[in-house]
T-cell receptor
Framework: EDQVTQSPEALRLQEGESSSLNCSYT??????LFWYRQDPGKGPEFLFT???AGEEKEKERLKATLTKKESFLHITAPKPEDSATYLC?????????????FGKGTMLLVSP | KAGVTQTPRYLIKTRGQQVTLSCSPI?????VSWYQQTPGQGLQFLFE???????NKGNFPGRFSGRQFSNSRSEMNVSTLELGDSALYLC???????????FGSGTRLTVV
């Protein structure tokens, strides 16, 4: 069974204080690893897709990396508007092409 | 471009009733997937429709069903509602699968 574990569950940072969120996974045949951002009362918003170990992607203050067992979402010099829940999900080869297995998320709060 | 539209946004139902939720995907998107989000379990896959055919189904009881129309709009139905069905129900559309999902804002279902 595919499993995705995110840590920490919650993280409080001061504005400008960089940190990383972790997503560890156990799947049979990773097709892709996805990062989403979810604001209260809204649906998840797509951030990145990573396909193979060693791959990295960046967008503004966010950088996602992937190894064979985990992914990190690095947040550099965060701002209060980065406060949200960050979700990690995997698409595995044997769980159906069309499905994602999600972790429970990391709730990030950035204080000014 | 218009996003994914889910209606209604909020719904309160009584145990034993049934409910129908609607999802209008982004124009041109033929894949529509449904997820249930609860604080305890996170996002869990319900089912996916592609060109009016159910392509994949998650581990939910038969009380949960769905369909897709020729214009790609999708509905999901839950019969004989239970208290545990209270959740945020999210719909995601894409051209062909999870890569490129766009989520709607969800329907918040409360069962009393």
């Amino acid at each position: 069974e595919d499993q995705v574990t995110q840590s920490p569950e919650a993280l409080r940072l001061q504005e400008g204080e960089s940190s990383s969120l972790n997503c560890s996974y156990t799947v049979s045949g990773l097709r892709g690893l996805f990062w989403y951002r979810q604001d209260p009362g809204k649906g998840p918003e797509f951030l990145f897709t990573l396909y193979s170990a060693g791959e990295e992607k960046e967008k503004e203050r966010l950088k996602a990396t992937l190894t064979k067992k985990e992914s990190f979402l690095h947040i550099t010099a965060p701002k209060p508007e980065d406060s949200a829940t960050y979700l990690c999900a995997v698409q595995a080869g044997d769980s159906g092409y069309s499905t994602l297995t999600f972790g429970k998320g990391t709730m990030l709060l950035v204080s000014p | 471009k218009a996003g994914v539209t889910q209606t209604p946004r909020y719904l309160i139902k009584t145990r034993g009733q049934q409910v129908t939720l609607s999802c209008s995907p982004i124009s041109g998107h033929r894949s529509v997937s449904w997820y249930q989000q609860t604080p305890g379990q996170g996002l869990q896959f319900l089912f996916e429709y592609f060109s009016e055919t159910q392509r994949n189904k998650g581990n939910f009881p038969g009380r949960f069903s769905g369909r897709q129309f020729s214009n790609s709009r999708s509905e999901m139905n839950v019969s004989t509602l239970e208290l545990g069905d209270s959740a945020l129900y999210l719909c995601a559309s894409s051209l062909s699968g999870p890569d490129g999902y766009t989520f709607g804002s969800g329907t918040r279902l409360t069962v009393v």
